[in-house]
């Protein structure tokens, strides 16, 4: 039994892996072989359609869209629900625990629920197909994912620190960029790093709230693959391009995400 | 100097602090003494500004300070849990309250040198708070408490989560340390040893009360009430109903002739309220009150012991000296000597003290000697 430990696990990582694999193999490949046939390596390998991706303005800025407008939303979201993680952390007032749990449902909608209502302020306001549109409207079910989140690393905190530095002249400003931000700066990460990715793999809203200036990657995916018929590689090099960006984040909040899950608050 | 006028605190339906009325002078030492949820720490919060008292006012050199932001108040505090910032270096932790006075670097770095000295964390100035020792944590609070150079400064409880040793270590030193910059320092303890070792002024806390406000050795040895004699009793008083006729105290079936001051009163019934190292298991010379008791638990610490016995449907504990071998079930006599009572009326209110030449144990030193 013992000797074979290592099978389960190395079973689960190659069936994780193989998709993955699979769709790193096919973006190396020309169309016609990924159609041709089975075959585990490339046999002509070809990098025309990252190319195509960097160098076609149609592709690469459907990256730069997304890539905007994530960024903003994690902006927003982190910078709105510090100081309301703090006072649901901090106070206690009329309702608050209910405000609190009612901030979750926000998340238990359905994202299409709220694309109509949308589409029609935005277009009305003169928001729709801007980066601003997306981002606000992720707001939706990031700010209250991010309030759980920081509410959750900020009561770790005690109250004592902030009253030690109230008395000690730290004005409530300071001490909160200066002292508190600091001491809960792995949560601040964990909370940007599920902002991004909540952000990053929605499509729906994304989708529907923009037209030609700012629309996201995953939409031009699914549109090339529809007027010029099956390109196959270029599709699997923007997957993997897609992938790339979301990697990228969790290298660098690996350590705290664990944290994050552990408190039940993701 | 810092006023206390009439000050209570409710928070929800209940009195945490009741018309406490105290007065603290510059430069002064004063003890806050009671047991745990007492309001020592309510009344800390109220004396820094963290929280307004729901009535009455406070006020400091003249000024009511009450609603003062506690930026302006230039109070320091220190909790009875370790708090320093967590994200910053020791030498950062202690530096805090000067960088936001915007004190120059120069006299920063000298001041936060000098405190790290007194405090013994020289060597500890770049590590960050989590990296050290419980006690070098709460002297880096105490540190940064110092070079504040506050007009107010309060302890709660700062020794009472530190090893035996440093706690010894800094009783001593604290009091010395901030008496030079010229203070009002406030230190709160449940510890009534600690309170007699500190000296200054105590006030006897009792569920949101200050029962009792002097001279700490005057509170001790002429309690004014019950309360503050329990207040101020580690393990608690023993209390004995007796009945005053004549120039005897009797109790049970005994009694005993008194002289002095007790012979003075009033006949009736009285409290009398005996500390536990003057409930003696072996006669001492002179007058005594003999009780029959039966003993319910012993604690041995080594160089004392606590003897449990009941009586008559009284509980009493004696503390002697040394270890005692008594067997749990065992009848033991024990002595009363009229020389160590404390007699309150039924009111409670304090009639007569021991007279303190008359006493068979030394008291503060066996006070001190305390069990920690």
């Known amino acids: ?266 | 100097m810092l006023e206390l006028m009439n000050v209570s605190k409710r928070v929800g339906n209940q009195d945490h602090i009741s018309d406490v009325s105290l007065r603290f002078d510059k430069g002064s030492l004063n003890v806050l003494l009671g047991p745990t949820l007492s309001g020592k720490t309510s009344l800390m919060r109220l004396m820094a500004g963290l929280d307004k008292p729901t009535s009455g006012d406070i006020h400091f050199n003249g000024e009511s300070v009450v609603g003062m932001p506690v930026q302006k108040r230039n109070v320091a505090m220190v909790y009875q849990q370790f708090i320093n910032y967590p994200a910053m270096t020791v030498y950062e932790n202690i530096a805090s309250p000067m960088r936001v006075a915007g004190v120059d670097g120069e006299t920063i770095d000298r001041k936060v040198r000098e405190a790290a000295s007194l405090m013994k964390l020289s060597d500890f100035l770049d590590r960050t708070p989590l990296n050290l020792s419980g006690g070098q944590q709460q002297r880096t609070a105490l540190a940064r408490a110092l070079v504040k150079g506050a007009d107010l400064v309060l302890l709660d409880e700062p020794l009472a989560n530190l090893d035996y040793k440093l706690r010894e270590e800094l009783r001593v030193e604290l009091p010395k340390i901030f008496a030079e910059t010229g203070a009002v320092f406030v230190y709160a303890t449940t510890e009534p040893h600690e309170a007699l070792l500190l000296g200054g002024k105590t006030a006897a806390l009792s569920e949101g009360r200050v029962s009792q406000f002097g001279p700490t050795i005057d509170v001790y040895n002429r309690p004014a009430d019950l309360i503050t004699a329990q207040t101020f009793s580690d393990p608690p008083m023993n209390i004995v109903p007796m009945t005053k006729s004549g120039a005897a105290f009797a109790f049970g079936g005994a009694s005993v002739a008194v002289s002095g001051e007790l012979a003075g009163l009033a006949d009736g019934a009285y409290k009398v309220a005996i500390r536990p190292h003057h409930l003696m298991l072996h006669a001492p010379g002179g007058e005594t009150l003999v009780q029959e008791t039966r003993v319910s638990t012993t604690e041995i610490t080594g160089s004392e012991s606590f003897i449990h016995v009941e009586t008559e449907g009284l509980r009493w504990v004696a503390l002697t000296h040394g270890v005692h071998r008594v067997e749990v079930g065992d009848k033991v006599p024990v002595y009363l000597d009229p020389h160590s009572f404390f007699v309150f009326d039924q009111q409670d209110r304090l009639v007569a003290a021991p007279s303190q030449d008359g006493l068979p144990h030394e008291d503060l030193a066996s006070a001190s000697a305390g069990h920690g």
């Open chain 1, 1 to 266: 039994m013992t000797r074979l430990r290592w099978l389960v696990p190395t079973l689960y990582i190659v069936f994780l892996m193989l998709p993955i694999y699979w769709l790193l193999n096919m973006s190396f490949k020309t169309t016609n072989e990924i159609l041709g046939g089975f075959s585990w390596f490339p046999a002509e390998f070809t990098v025309e359609s990252y190319v195509k991706i960097f160098t076609d303005p149609t592709w690469y800025s459907g990256y730069i869209n997304s890539i905007a407008y994530v960024g903003l939303n994690t902006v927003i979201s982190v910078s709105f629900a510090l100081p309301a993680a703090y006072a649901f952390s901090r106070y206690r007032f009329l309702g608050d625990k209910h405000l609190f749990f009612w901030l979750l449902t926000n998340r238990m909608a359905p994202p299409a629920v709220f694309a109509l209502p949308f589409l029609q302020l935005y277009s009305s306001i003169g928001l729709f197909d801007t980066h601003l549109a997306v981002a606000l409207a992720h707001c939706l079910f990031n700010i209250p994912l991010a309030v759980w989140i920081l509410e959750g690393f900020m009561s770790g905190v005690p109250k004592e620190i902030d009253e030690t530095a109230y008395l000690d002249g730290y004005s409530f400003p300071r001490f909160f960029t200066k002292i508190f931000m600091p001491l809960i700066g792995s949560g601040i990460g964990v909370t940007a790093f599920f902002c991004f990715m909540f952000s990053w793999v929605e499509m729906l809203l994304a989708k529907s709230l923009t037209s030609v200036e700012a629309k996201p990657i995953a939409a031009v995916m699914t549109r090339t693959a529809s007027t010029s018929g099956y390109e196959l590689g270029l599709l699997a090099a923007a997957g993997v391009l897609t992938i790339i960006p979301g990697a990228i984040v969790i290298y660098f909040v690996r350590n705290y995400i664990a944290k994050g899950f552990a408190m039940g608050r993701v």
